[in-house]
């Protein structure tokens, strides 16, 4: 297996442009995680699905984030408009039962 | 909800001394206790986990102990190599519930 497939690797945008980062999980698992990275603030999870349906959003910073999972092989998250302070590593996770695992990430830098 | 408090925040020891990670929890429901591994520009990666129903779990020259009663678990290096230089995350989890991680312990395998 793959493991868990992020794209893009690297986005570099200016304020107030659409972004958005996909996600395919491990073939199988059940539940999918969106987690932002900083430095000041560590590892945050923004929201979770379990078998394709949101669970707990209560991580979205705000309006401006919002999450998809369309079928069980694919999400996407979506800042628009991005603001500077979104800049961040963006990772997602799939999990089966317990344990979870992570993809490489996407680094996002909003100029 | 669930808090994991992760001790210390930066570790530095010696090549080939041991290094030890603390962490402790509040729910007591929670059942299952992973740590995590992540390098420079990676995803965290699974590199142990322990389940409540267990008090020490050993891969090779890595362990970790679970204190139920006071709420503690703790990851043991041993013979510390400089490829073990990374942020360690602890965490804990109730089933079919998200993960919560603690802050991370940048760990500096001196030469």
């Known amino acids: 297996d793959a493991g868990v497939i992020q794209s893009p690797r690297h986005e570099v945008t200016e304020m107030g442009q659409e972004v958005t980062l996909r996600c395919k999980p491990i073939?199988?698992?059940?539940?999918l995680f969106w987690y932002r990275q900083t430095m000041m603030r560590g590892l945050e999870l923004l929201i979770y699905?379990?078998?394709?349906?949101?669970?707990?959003d209560s991580g979205m910073p705000e309006d401006r984030f919002s999450a998809k999972m369309p079928n069980a092989s694919f999400s996407t998250l979506k800042i628009q408009p991005s603001e500077p302070r979104d800049s961040a590593v963006y990772f997602c996770?799939?999990?089966?039962?317990?344990?979870?695992?992570f993809g490489p990430g996407t680094r996002l830098t909003v100029l | 909800g669930e808090n994991v408090e992760q001790h210390p925040s930066t570790l530095s020891v010696q090549e080939g001394d041991s290094a030890v990670i603390k962490c402790t929890y509040s729910?007591?429901?929670?059942?299952?206790f992973p740590w995590y591994k992540q390098e420079l520009g990676k995803g965290p990666q699974l590199i142990i986990d322990?389940?409540?129903?267990?008090g020490e779990k050993k891969d090779q020259r890595i362990a970790v102990t679970l204190n139920k009663t006071a709420k503690h678990f703790s990851l043991h290096i041993t013979e510390t190599q400089p490829e073990d230089s990374a942020v360690y995350f602890c965490?804990?989890?109730?089933?079919?519930?998200?993960?919560?991680f603690g802050k991370g312990t940048r760990l500096h395998i001196l030469p």
């Open positions: 996770a799939s999990t089966l039962g317990n344990e979870q695992f």
């Open positions: 073939s199988g698992h059940n539940s």
């Open positions: 699905f379990n078998n394709n349906v949101p669970i707990d």
């Open positions: 729910d007591s429901a929670s059942n299952y």
């Open positions: 322990i389940r409540s129903n267990v």
């Open positions: 965490a804990a989890s109730k089933r079919d519930d998200k993960i919560i």
